[in-house]
Every structure is written in C-alpha cells, then in structure tokens.
C-alpha cells in the first residue's frame, strides 16, 4: 500500500487537553469488546448482502461500464449537469472540489466539459445556468440521478430540461444528451427512462444514496471530468483492507467511530470537521450528510425513544480562523474538532520578499503551503490550550487514491458509530413528513387530507410578526 | 418604507412547539425590562462614538467615495480580486451572491469585472486563480482589505501579487492595479499604501470587522460590480428606525436576540440558518462570524469565566432537507432554526408538461418558485411536528434594499444578544494565540520563546496514529 492517509487522536487524549476534557484511554479500551462485536456484525452484513455499499470499491465492472460511456461521450460536450440531491450531489460536487482546479469550469482549455451539480430547486439559480447555456445546448449533456425518480427537486429540473431539450432542439435525439442514473428494475425515472430509450446507469440496490458516490452514481462525473476513478476505488479498496480489524488501535473507522461516541456519550455533542486545504472543502458536506442522516434518530433499534445524534459542522481552515474559531477556543466546550490536512500540495508559491517590511519580513520568500500547514498547527495548538480534544485526519497528497481512502474510512465509521449508538444507521424515517407535505402543498391529489393539516400553516398570524 | 423584511416568531411558541421546546409569550415578557435597558445602552453608546458600526448607513461620503473611484475604474479591468479574510471577506462573498447571478463570473457579457475573494492561503486555490489571470493581468485590479495589515493570510496573499505584478507588468504602475482599504493613520498596509502611492479606502476607526460590511470594505467590490450601494444602505437606514424602539414586540432585532437568548438559556445552544435561495446562502457565512465571533465568550463583562455562546449553523433549502433535515427533525432537541425565504424570485421557471407520468403530474407546468416555497413551508410544518422551534425570515423580494435591512438587523440583534449574554460583543481575545503560534512556527524572531513551546506538538507520537 502506498500513501496511506492517516489518523491522529493524541490530541484528543487526557494527556493532551486534561482530564476532564480529554479521553483516558482507558475510556477507548472499555469500548474495545463492543467494537469487536461490530467489527463481526458488520463483516456477518457484508457477507449476508444487506451492507452492499461495502462491496463497491470490489465492482470492477461498473468502472468498466463508467469507461465504456465515457469514452463514447468524451469530447462531445461542453457541459455535463448533474440533476441530483443529497446522495446524489454530495459527492459529485465533493470529487469535483477535490480533484479538479478551483477553476476548473473558467478554464479555456479543460481536460473534460465544465460540470454544474444543481441540487436545489431555485429558479434563479436553474435559470441563471439555463441562460449560460444558450446556444450550446448541442454540446450539454444532463446526467439525472433518482433511484425512485420521484424525488420532487430532480423530477421538477427533468420536466424542465426535458422540456427546454425538446423546444430548443427539435431534431435532436433526447438520449443523445441525457444520462439516467436510477434503480436498475423499477420507479419512475426508470420507466420514463425506458420509454425515451435513455442510456442508464445504475443506483446500485441497497445502497442508500450517502453510500452510494463509488457507485455509477458519483463514479460517471467525476470520470468524465477526468478523474482518475480506478486509483480512487483502489484507495477504497485499501482502507477497506485496514477497516477490517477488531482491534480498535488497527482500524482507523473503529477508532474514529470510538473516539467520537466516547466524546459524545461525554457531552460532546458537535462534531466540526475543519479541513486546511481548499480542496478538501466539500468533503465535509458530503460528509456532514453521511454523519447527520445517518446517526440523527429518534429511536434506538429496540424502538425506545431516544433522539440522539452529533451534529455535523463544516468549517474551513484558515478562513474560519477569522471566523468561528473564538467560539472553538473560549465558547462552551461541546465540540470535537476534526481537522483534514495535506502533507503536499499540488502546487506551491512563494510568498514575494518582504525583508523591507519590519512586520511582515518573517514571511519573505516562504512557501505559502508552509503557511498553511503551520496555521492548521498553530490552531490545534491554540484549540489544546484551551482543552478542546483535536483529531487529525492527515493526507500525504489529495489525489483520488486517498480520497477514495477517506471517503471508504468514513462511510464505516458512521457504519461503526450507528452500532455504538445502537439506531439504524440506514433509514431516514423523518425525511417523508416534509416530501408528503409538498406534495399537499403542490396540490397532489391523493394529499388532501395533508392539506387540511397544513392549511392553517399557511397563514400568517399578525400579531406574531414584526 | 416600502418592502420591509419581516420576522415571524409564532412557530417557536409554545402554542405552536408545545411547552416543553416552545417558548411562553410570558418568558419574552420577561425580558422587556432587560431589553429596555439595552435599548437606552445601545443608545448612549451610539451617541457616545463608541458604536460607529451603527452609523455607517449614514456615511454618504463613503458612497460618494466608492462612487468616484468606481467611475474611474469601471470598464478599464476584467477582473477584481479581493484579497482579505474574515470580515474582509465574507460580507463581499455574500452582497455578491446575493445580489448577482450565480453564473456573473461565467457570463461572457457581464455588468462588471469577474469578482475573486480569496480569503484563505491555499497554494492550489490561489495558484490556480493566478493562472487564470495570465494574459489579463494588465486588467487585473486588487482590492487588498485589512485594517492592520499584519493578518498573514492577506499580508502574504498581497506580497504574492505584488511581486507577480512587478514581474510580469514591469512597466506598469503598481497603483494602478492595487487599491488597500485600512486604517486612515496607521498600520503595515497604511505605510506600504503609503509609500507605494496606492490609492485607498478606509477601514472605519473602531468598527470591528464583522460589523464593516456597510463601509468600504464591502461597498467598494459590491459597486463595481454593479450592486446598488445607495439601496443597500438605504435598507439599513431604514431598518435602523425599526430596531429603535425599547418595546421588544416592536423591535425585530431586539425581538430575534431575546427569542435566541431564552433558548439559548433553555438549552438549545444551537443556532441554524437555513434559507430557501441559493442568493442568501453565503449571508449564512457572513452572520456565522458574526454570532460567533461576537458571543462565544470565556468571560462575561465582569471577569467571570462563563465559557458562553451559541453555535450558528449554515443550511440550505432545499438541499440540506436531504441531508440535516433528519437530525434536525428526530436527533437532539437542541436546535432553533431561523429559516429565511422570499416572498418573490427575480425570475421564475416553469416545470415541463408530465400529465403523462403518473407520479409526477402534480408537478406539471407548475412555478419552481411554488415548489421552494411549499417546500419551506413543508419542512417547517415537519419540523414544528417535531417540537423543533423555528423562525423566519421573509423578504418581500431579495434586492440592495432587502439585504441592507437584513444586515442591520442582524448586527444590532448581535449587539443585543452580547448584552443579554453579558459579554463583550466586539472583542475576539482568543484569536491573537493562534496568530502569535503561526508567527513562532514561521520563524518569526520576536517568537522564539513560543516556538519552544509548540515544538512538541510538531512530532507525531506513533502510539496514537492508526
């Protein structure tokens, strides 16, 4: 194995931010014999086929099919826009940020079409790109991803692309410029799939959609952006290989889930994930989404109600130094602070010479990656004194073979932490309350009886505005 | 007044939330007196000099400066990079994302120059804008923000493009390309403005940077950028008559600090901002800093060690209802949600004829602003489901007028809350440990003596890496 990415939790510990912030290890040890019972479970999952997400990074043949796509599409298109929400943007935007240039979509010259995630269902935000893409709509092609396809946000962007597709370029073929990533048996974007002939990919079954970016459905963008999508399975495939331990110590998801149900159980109820590295920025969304889904419950597998969940934070180093770490280091301390960092960068510069600038000369001709990476430093310094517990999740580069690996690490920790936590990790129950209720709203007719509920929502009572 | 923005408090009542995660009418009662005292407080210090922030709308000299400059400036470059962090940053992030198109940097016929802020010293994020300005340099303008000059992020960020400017337009004058807004006597970029002949913008004496978005650290890339800076700051004046009265039900800013601060006290120690427009999310960043710079806290006014302070939280509508929308419905009850929305789009679309596709025909030729709004409403109505207390925020329409009043309510909300927390609101002591680490990491010789101590933290320990 080469280039591992790691993970450091001294920082966390007693001896670092004193005991009554700090982890004993004595703490982790009492967790080791639940761990081993997970590790087993999860292995007796994985082999029983009902932990699917697991096998991924293993189905070679969907980066095959990925290729084959890509190959025939490549060079047609100017744009490729994803139609997508949560699962099924999270991580395309993420892969994008990590392994393209922040100017990616500006560039002149590109290696692959500009790409446009659209995960809302904002009008001036959709008809803003819609204008972008006046007269080059030949040269646009739209990917949908829906396992059910009845997803309100992507259903309404597909009638309207599908509709503009149709008025803008009548002699056009809708298949040539529209790619369905769905179930692969049925729902409806797979039957309105079928009847336009659509080529698809698959939303694998099983796989719920924050598991889901090593499948076809984060895998197709990033290819045709030319990211590297068999060096960032083959980062998956290799943390899966230190995933697998029981012992705590030897398995960096174990111990990260350990380390952060420990902190929880403690009071620790916010979890920041603090990257040093601007490419790292959207990781923490897409992971923010795989932490609050998945651990925000309000019953425990044995139906008590419980309602727990650490709440997932995104913020960004050094930015957020000017912004949210005086309430890191001196507000009430709740948080546990994951910070991602970069040993080298893809490129580096110099900072100019400043020996003439008494204040500033000890920049002069340093490198600014040296900068950065002394900040992230400087700040867990500043965070330990204050004895607010640090991790560190440590690149040697951001490159799709350790993003693959953070991305696998982090998918079973959640699976490690839904365990310790004893809720489902898969389901997300509260989310059908709001969908049911547009459709009430939308004027569905098979929601009236939700309509009359929310009726009443709908006016505003005056003497409660101001 | 015309188009006020409103607050509408009732779904965090008990009437609507329940006794138990609703607030009682007669606890805010309560809070009156409290609430009258700042009123006259904030008063006095306004009339004191002592909170300039307050008076910024009124500086029309400040327009009328941004307005010259701008005159002479517009149409000579393409570009605008700003250089700046924290408050030198976020407030332009978020006037321009409110207030231009999502595609402004992309349009090939735009109003203004393509706008860059670059508030972080990531080598791949500015290495790749440096690129992209190859060959435009020569209408390439820079806007280096800090008040003192010495923040390193800026400061090195500056001493980059001012090396790359001599470099590469050896024969041009650096002044035409660098404008510094600081401080008017003194400072590291006051002396090297000074002695570069740059011309500058003022930094306002005692307005800290999160409360500077209405001078000319935002006003100056929001105007040439086209954004109406008279109907901004005439949002704020008006808004400024509004958050005047002591009666707590007559006073948004007022009303909105004294509904965080009873749940704050009641526990819920954590505040989201989730609004239903791509245009407002980075405003969420901007009162982010804002609320925790302001009110996360070690000490109270007296000295006492109270380790205070709410967590802001920035979502997004629609997208965040597939991604924290299930933690924040069934996890911890901890959360007060603030939505904002808008009553009306600046453009709308249509979503495509699907009379055809069972599943789908209620969304048939509906407005996509009916489906975000419905689903503001539907999430909030699961929510209120939930006992989860939630608040809005409605602006008639998202504009320079609307934003400016959104601004100024929310920094005297800021201003209120300090004072109901008992904390200094506009100090941000825990910031300067981090500067003076990074300095002693860089080498910095007048920080040996930190240097010593930090040097342990530089060496990996192997017995906590996994």
């Known amino acids: 194995m080469t280039k591992p990415i790691t ?9 670092a931010v004193g005991p009554d912030h700090g982890l004993d290890p004595a703490e982790l040890e009492k967790l080791q014999p639940r761990i081993a019972q997970i590790t087993k479970l999860l292995a007796d999952q994985r082999a029983g086929g009902t932990l699917p997400y697991r096998d991924l990074p293993y189905r070679t043949e969907m980066a ?8 025939r599409l490549k060079g047609k298109f100017e744009n490729l826009i994803v139609l997508g929400i949560g699962g099924s943007a999270l991580g395309n935007i993420a892969l994008q940020t990590a392994l393209n240039s922040p100017t990616y979509n500006l560039q002149s010259a590109r290696t692959g079409p500009r790409l446009f995630v659209m995960d809302n269902v904002d009008p001036v935000q959709l008809g803003s790109l819609l204008d972008l893409l006046q007269g080059q709509l030949d040269r646009t092609l739209f990917n949908v991803i ?35 990533t769905t179930d692969t048996q049925s729902g409806t974007l797979r039957k309105i799939a079928d009847a336009l002939q659509l080529t698809t990919l698959e939303v694998p079954a099983g796989v719920g959609g924050r598991f889901s970016v090593l499948s076809h459905v984060g895998l197709f963008s990033a290819a045709m952006c030319n990211i590297d999508i068999e060096k960032l399975l083959a980062g998956a ?49 897409w992971y923010r989404q795989l932490w609050a889904e998945s651990l925000g419950k309000a019953h425990d597998q044995n139906g008590n109600l419980v309602n727990v969940g650490p709440t997932p934070i995104k913020a960004l180093g050094t930015t957020d130094q000017h912004s949210q770490v005086q309430l890191y280091r001196e507000g009430p301390n709740d948080k ?58 440590r690149f040697p580069e951001i490159s799709p073979y350790t993003v693959g690996q953070f991305i696998y690490m982090f998918e079973v920790a959640t699976s490690y932490m839904g365990e310790l936590m004893g809720i489902n990790t898969y389901d997300q129950p509260a989310v059908e309350l709001g969908k049911i209720a547009t459709f009430a709203l939308m004027g569905h007719p098979d929601h009236q009886e939700m309509s009359k509920k929310i009726e009443p929502f709908r006016k505003i009572d005056e003497k409660h505005l101001a």
């Open 237 to 285: 495939r290799d943390m899966d290989e230190r995933v697998k331990p029981s012992e705590l110590t030897h398995n960096p998801a174990a111990l990260y889930a350990a380390i952060q149900f420990a902190f929880y159980q403690k009071g620790k109820n916010l979890s920041v994930m603090m990257p040093y590295a601007f490419q790292l920025k959207d990781l923490c969304d």
């Open 336 to 393: 546990i602070i994951t910070f991602l960092e970069t040993e080298t960068f893809d490129r580096d510069l110099t900072i100019g010479p400043a020996e003439d600038i008494p204040e500033l000369a000890y920049l002069s001709q340093q490198k600014m990656s040296k900068l950065i990476n002394s900040e992230k430093l400087a700040t867990e310094f500043a965070l330990i004194q204050s004895q607010r517990p640090c991790l560190t999740v």
């Open 146 to 180: 829906s396992k059910s396809g009845q997803t309100a946000e992507t259903a309404s962007q597909f009638l309207i692309i599908q509709e503009m597709l149709k008025n803008k370029l009548p002699q056009a073929n809708l298949a040539d410029h529209i790619i369905a």
């Open 7 to 15: 993970f450091y939790y001294k920082n966390a510990l007693a001896e």
């Open 64 to 71: 095959q099919q990925v290729h084959d796509l890509t190959n």
